[in-house]
Each structure stands twice: as structure tokens, then as C-alpha cells.
């Protein structure tokens, strides 16, 4: 399967600042690539789509202008959380897709702890 | 995309075969059965796919009841680092993204 790549693997920032999480694709061209988060205990809950070129597509209760998704490239997007709280305190994870087929690829995640 | 029933947790025994079900009552023609894997704190891990036949591969096998209402993923001889969720998902081939229920937290035991 295709190999993707998230860091950091772990980040902790205080309140208020920004982090960045980069996902990349290491063997294959992404043309569609998804963010999710995971609370502790809880499954995984989509955040945006990110279409390469384009704007994300954010789920409805995702706030567009805290979690902001750049999808540069064909290997790369980026998610960067701004002006962090303790409530998004999370482990985000990163999916790519090859363009037509099924399988969708999950990188290992970024463990993000906002103090 | 079908919404898909699983029991939230199983237990088995090393070196036993792990049957783990999934109701998916109202999966549509052109929808596939998708079955992935967490470890703990690790991103979800492909494990396989089908339509309506049964399908191998290095990891597990996947059974698909004929009327495509239930499925199994059986894990031939599970080691214990077959602890895990499993999840298992159904999607249109050209649907936009997977949608994770709570799945099934499998124990594997010594």
C-alpha cells in the first residue's frame, strides 16, 4: 500500500499559539487528501477534504478559519491549528486517496497537547 | 453510504482464528465493504476489500454473506499484536470519504 508521512509525530504548544501538521505522500500523487481527529476513547471524526489547488471542504462544526488546510502540492497538505486550546487536544491524523480507487491510506498521526 | 453494525469488543485466544462480523443491512449494489485496523495511537491500517466474492490477501479474509447484508473478517492465526479496533466501513467506490463507526476493540490473549 502507499506510504504517508505525517510531522510532527508528537506536538506540544501552549494556549494560544499555532502548530503545524504536515502529511505528505511518500510513493504516490494524492489529488484528494482528508484530516481527521480522534478524542481519547472516540473514533475517528472527519474534518476537511482538502483537494489539491482548491479550497477544503470542512465538516459542518469545523471552524474554517481556526484549522486552516493548505494542499500544496500532490504529495503535500498541511493542517495548521491556530490560536490552540486545551480542547483541541487531539490526535489528528492525515488519509490520502488515490485518484479512482478505493483504498483510502492513513498516515500514523500527530498527538497534539495544547497546555 | 450504508451504515454498518459491529460488536464493540471480542476476545480470542493466541493462535486461534478471529472471526470479527459486521451488519450491513442496507448496503447498495455499488457499495464496497472496507475492513481497517487501529492500533493504539497509530493512524488506521488498510487491511482489505471486496464487492460481493470473498477476498484473501497476506492479512485476512474476507467473507461477504450472498446477499451482502453481513460480512466476517477472520484473521487466521491472531498473534497478539492483533490487538486492535477494527472497522469495518461500506462506500461507494467513488464515495468521498470514510465514515468510522465505533468498531470492534479485539483482544487477543496468551
Known amino acids: 500500500g502507499a506510504v504517508v508521512s505525517q510531522h510532527p509525530s508528537w506536538v506540544i504548544c501552549k494556549s494560544g499559539t499555532s502548530v503545524k501538521i504536515e502529511c505528505r505522500s511518500l510513493?504516490?500523487?494524492?489529488?484528494?487528501m482528508f484530516w481527521y481527529r480522534q478524542f481519547p476513547k472516540q473514533s475517528l471524526m472527519l474534518m476537511a477534504t482538502?483537494?489539491?489547488?482548491?479550497?477544503?471542504?470542512?465538516e459542518q462544526g469545523v471552524e474554517k478559519d481556526k484549522f486552516l488546510i493548505n494542499h500544496a502540492s500532490l504529495t503535500l497538505s498541511t493542517l495548521t491549528v491556530t490560536s490552540a486550546h486545551p480542547e483541541d487536544s487531539s490526535f489528528y491524523i492525515c488519509?490520502?486517496?488515490?485518484?479512482?480507487?478505493?483504498?483510502?491510506?492513513f498516515g500514523p498521526g500527530t498527538r497534539l497537547t495544547v497546555t | 453510504d450504508a451504515k454498518t453494525t459491529q460488536p464493540p469488543s471480542m476476545d480470542c485466544a493466541e493462535g486461534r482464528a478471529a472471526n470479527l462480523p459486521c451488519n450491513h443491512s442496507?448496503?447498495?449494489?455499488?457499495?464496497?465493504v472496507y475492513w481497517y485496523r487501529q492500533i493504539h495511537s497509530q493512524g488506521p491500517q488498510y487491511i482489505i476489500h471486496?464487492?460481493?466474492n470473498n477476498e484473501t490477501n497476506e492479512m485476512a479474509s474476507l467473507i461477504i454473506t450472498e446477499d451482502r447484508k453481513s460480512s466476517t473478517l477472520i484473521l487466521p492465526h491472531a498473534t497478539l499484536r492483533d490487538t486492535a479496533v477494527y472497522y469495518c466501513?461500506?462506500?461507494?467506490?467513488?464515495?468521498?470519504?470514510?465514515?468510522f463507526g465505533p468498531g470492534t476493540r479485539l483482544s487477543v490473549l496468551p
Open positions: 488519509s490520502l486517496r488515490l485518484a479512482g480507487a478505493g483504498e483510502q491510506y
Open positions: 510513493d504516490f500523487q494524492a489529488t484528494t
Open positions: 482538502s483537494n489539491e489547488g482548491s479550497k477544503a471542504t470542512y
Open positions: 442496507t448496503i447498495s449494489g455499488n457499495e464496497y
Open positions: 471486496g464487492l460481493k
Open positions: 466501513i461500506v462506500r461507494g467506490i467513488g464515495g468521498q470519504n470514510f465514515v
